[in-house]
């Protein structure tokens, strides 16, 4: 059996009222897939590269939309827990379908749009998200549709490519192919009622004495089409399953992107975390450096700068490569550590950080601002305000390189025990499960302070 044995007009029943609604959901999402993939590369097969943008994207189109793109957060979160609710009911209604399969084909595709004319509402609720995420940018609806939720299979299984700029002036044939894979009644390969037919015509010859040579054996279509019902109710459960996973996802990277930013916010956070790590015995540690001070600031000769500034950026460069974490400069990094600060009045304090983001600039090359400044005022010895200064540097997706003036990289990465210097590519490979730079240390610096 193969697709041309499906009648035409067998799914005709799903491309109207509120099963068209849900199947022109899940083509505005793939519409954003679609041009996502499009705009973050260049070239096909072997010679495909990410353009910038698919640099800036990284592996992680949720994680870059919450934290780099997203600029409405508060009413992001409002909108995806509101619909979230629908979707959670979606899914639970959805997942009672298999318990009774429908054994007629027909039957199927009733009980399917059924379903969608009775659940309406909740529809309707994940329609208008999905349009709104639309309406303020086609790429929006892509955070429902990601590598990190749905996985390659199940990805492939429900991708189609899309032709046209708007669903009005889509082809009914893209649309209805996409209705199909959304209920479930399509994948990758085929219909799902061919697949089940194959499988059940293999199953039922295996069972066949080899010897036989009687006349053709006929299938059961009536375990054939309980089968397929089966397959194809409990993927369109999925559906719901993998939509709702990703709602949930969006408010735990939107939760994230608060908690971090508060935090790297927070004058009060960096002072107690500054005054209980200076009572750590460890004089390294892999998310933290102490500096008393930058001896780029206070050294004139031009070579000898040019040496500090080269060993301030790899410094930097090490951590991003690595987790990520955070030098405190003005404190200093042998026991008993005390808060010396950055400067001896507020234009000498300017001067300085001006000039640190202006090396930092020079030296470090990489496509994206990974580094963060924050100001703390810490009391020295004599009880006096000293203003300190907090390098935040994110752990980097991608390679982060330094150029020295001779026009040489290094590929600097943090150990436990200093810095090394190793072959970008080797670093690439080892970066490969990073998705997207982040703040995600962060956790840890908060459970260091706050932990007993």
């Known amino acids: 059996m193969d697709s041309t044995r499906i009648d035409e007009k067998a799914h005709q029943e799903l491309f109207s009222g509120y099963s068209l609604k849900l199947g022109q959901v899940h083509w505005y999402i793939l519409k954003a897939d679609n041009e996502m993939e499009k705009r973050r590369y260049t070239g096909t097969g072997q010679q495909r590269t990410p353009t910038n943008f698919g640099k800036e994207v990284g592996g992680d189109e949720m994680h870059w939309w919450v934290f780099r793109k997203e600029d409405q957060v508060d009413e992001l979160q409002r909108r995806t827990e509101e619909v979230l609710q629908s979707v959670q009911g979606l899914k639970v209604a959805s997942g009672k379908l298999k318990t009774n399969p429908p054994n007629k084909y027909d039957k199927l595709i009733s009980t399917l749009n059924q379903f969608c004319e009775s659940h309406s509402s909740e529809i309707d609720d994940l329609y208008d998200y ?36 708007t669903l ?9 192919r996409v209705i199909e894979h959304a209920f479930g009644l399509r994948n ?7 697949s089940v037919c194959d499988e059940v015509s293999r199953d039922t010859y295996e069972d066949i004495n080899p010897e036989y040579y009687g006349p053709p054996v006929r299938i059961s279509m009536n375990r054939v089409y309980t089968q397929t019902s089966y397959e194809a109710l409990g993927e369109f459960a999925a559906f719901f399953e993998f939509i709702r996973n990703s709602l949930r996802n969006v408010l ?42 930058l001896t780029m600031w206070h050294v004139k000769k031009a070579d000898v700068k040019a040496e500090h500034e080269l060993e301030f950026c790899e410094t930097l460069a090490s951590l991003a490569n690595a987790k990520g974490g955070v030098l405190i400069v003005g404190v200093s990094d042998t026991p008993p550590r005390e808060a010396s600060g950055i400067g001896d009045n507020l234009s000498q304090v300017e001067a300085r950080l001006k000039y640190t983001r202006t090396v930092i600039a020079n030296y470090i090359k990489y496509d994206r601002d990974i580094v963060y400044f924050k100001q703390v005022p810490l009391k020295d010895r004599s009880n006096k305000d000293k203003i300190c200064l907090v390098i935040v540097i994110a752990q980097a997706e991608g390679v982060v390189a330094v150029k020295d003036k001779q026009g040489r990289f290094s590929f600097p990465v943090r150990r436990a025990t200093g810095l090394d210097r190793i072959d970008g590519g080797e670093l690439a490979i080892k970066k490969i499960h990073v998705k997207s730079d982040n703040y995600d240390f962060m956790e840890e610096l908060e459970q260091f302070v706050y932990d007993p």
């Open 188 to 194: 990758q390969w085929s219909y799902t009622l061919v």
């Open 168 to 176: 009005k002036t889509e082809v009914s044939e893209i649309i209805e």
């Open 252 to 293: 735990l990277d939107i939760e994230k992107r608060h908690q971090q930013q508060e935090l790297m916010r927070s004058e009060a956070f960096w002072s107690q975390f500054i005054e209980k790590a200076k009572g750590e015995k460890r004089t390294e540690n892999q998310l933290w450096d102490f500096k008393k001070t």
């Open 130 to 165: 999905v349009i709104w995420l639309h309406e303020r940018n086609v790429l929006a609806p892509s955070i429902l549709f990601t590598y990190r939720v749905w996985g390659t299979t199940r990805r492939s299984d429900r991708w189609v490519r899309i032709k046209a700029d």
